[in-house]
C-alpha cells in the first residue's frame, strides 16, 4: 500500500471540507517556528493579480490566483521508514487551489507506474467521488497521470507526478457546469519542478 495515501486522504478531506463548508481543515498541524529549517517561499506578483509561488523546500514554482496558507507538514511513522506529507492550500472561492509531495524514506522502493495510479485512486476514494476521465502524460520528462474527477457540485482536476523518488500532487476544485478550463490551464502549466 501507497504510504502517499495518507496525505490524499487528508488533502481529499481538506478538499472536499474547503469547497463544500469553506470551514477550516480541523486536523492542521502546527505552524514551524521561524528559523533557518523553516522552508522558504516567496510569491511575486504576475499579470490578472495571479502570484508566482515558489518552494524552495518543494523544489517547484507554480502560478495562483493569491497567496496560499502556511505550509501543511506532517511526518508519519510507516512500516517502510517515515514519510513526510507537505500540503500548500489556496482557498479562493469558488475555487481551492493544492499542491502535495511526499518525502519517503531513502529505503522505500516502490514501483513508479503503481505508485501514481494508486495516488489517483486513493484520492477518488477519498473523496468518495467519481472518477470522469483519466490519462497517463509525461510532463518536462517526468511520468505524470492527469484526472478529473466529481463529488456534489465539485469537480476536481489533478495531476500526479514522480520527479526522481518524489511525486507531486496538483489539484484545483471548481463548480461542477462551469467552464474553467483557462484556470485549471493556468495553474497546471506553470507548475514547474526543479531536480537537484
Given at each position: 500500500?501507497s504510504?502517499?495515501k495518507?496525505?490524499?486522504?487528508?488533502l481529499?478531506?481538506?478538499?472536499l471540507?474547503?469547497t463544500?463548508?469553506?470551514q477550516?481543515?480541523?486536523?492542521r498541524?502546527p505552524?514551524?517556528p521561524?528559523?533557518?529549517?523553516?522552508?522558504?517561499?516567496?510569491?511575486?506578483?504576475?499579470n490578472?493579480?495571479w502570484?508566482?509561488?515558489?518552494?524552495d523546500?518543494g523544489?517547484?514554482s507554480v502560478?495562483m490566483?493569491g497567496?496560499?496558507?502556511?505550509p501543511?507538514?506532517?511526518?508519519?511513522?510507516?512500516?517502510h521508514?517515515p514519510?513526510?506529507?507537505?500540503?500548500?492550500?489556496l482557498?479562493n472561492?469558488?475555487?481551492v487551489?493544492?499542491?502535495g509531495?511526499?518525502?519517503?524514506?531513502?529505503?522505500f522502493?516502490?514501483n513508479?507506474?503503481?505508485?501514481?495510479?494508486?495516488?489517483?485512486?486513493?484520492?477518488?476514494?477519498?473523496?468518495?467521488?467519481?472518477?470522469?476521465?483519466?490519462?497517463h502524460?509525461?510532463?518536462?520528462?517526468?511520468?505524470?497521470?492527469?484526472?478529473?474527477?466529481e463529488?456534489?457540485?465539485?469537480l476536481?482536476?489533478?495531476?500526479?507526478?514522480?520527479?526522481?523518488?518524489?511525486?507531486?500532487?496538483?489539484?484545483?476544485?471548481?463548480p461542477?457546469?462551469?467552464?474553467?478550463?483557462?484556470n485549471?490551464?493556468?495553474?497546471?502549466?506553470?507548475?514547474?519542478?526543479?531536480?537537484?
Amino acid at each position: 500500500m501507497s504510504n502517499m495515501k495518507s496525505i490524499l486522504v487528508v488533502l481529499s478531506i481538506t478538499l472536499l471540507s474547503s469547497t463544500l463548508t469553506a470551514q477550516e481543515h480541523s486536523s492542521r498541524p502546527p505552524k514551524l517556528p521561524p528559523g533557518p529549517t523553516t522552508p522558504r517561499n516567496t510569491t511575486t506578483p504576475n499579470n490578472g493579480g495571479w502570484m508566482m509561488f515558489r518552494s524552495d523546500e518543494g523544489r517547484f514554482s507554480v502560478l495562483m490566483p493569491g497567496i496560499p496558507e502556511d505550509p501543511e507538514i506532517k511526518t508519519t511513522p510507516s512500516e517502510h521508514g517515515p514519510y513526510t506529507t507537505h500540503m500548500i492550500i489556496l482557498k479562493n472561492p469558488p475555487h481551492v487551489f493544492l499542491v502535495g509531495w511526499v518525502d519517503y524514506d531513502p529505503s522505500f522502493n516502490f514501483n513508479r507506474q503503481a505508485e501514481i495510479e494508486m495516488n489517483r485512486d486513493n484520492f477518488v476514494k477519498g473523496l468518495k467521488a467519481t472518477l470522469l476521465t483519466s490519462r497517463h502524460l509525461t510532463i518536462d520528462g517526468y511520468p505524470a497521470l492527469e484526472f478529473t474527477a466529481e463529488v456534489g457540485d465539485r469537480l476536481f482536476t489533478s495531476r500526479v507526478y514522480l520527479v526522481g523518488r518524489r511525486p507531486y500532487q496538483i489539484v484545483i476544485g471548481s463548480p461542477k457546469g462551469v467552464d474553467d478550463s483557462v484556470n485549471v490551464n493556468r495553474f497546471f502549466n506553470s507548475f514547474k519542478v526543479t531536480r537537484n
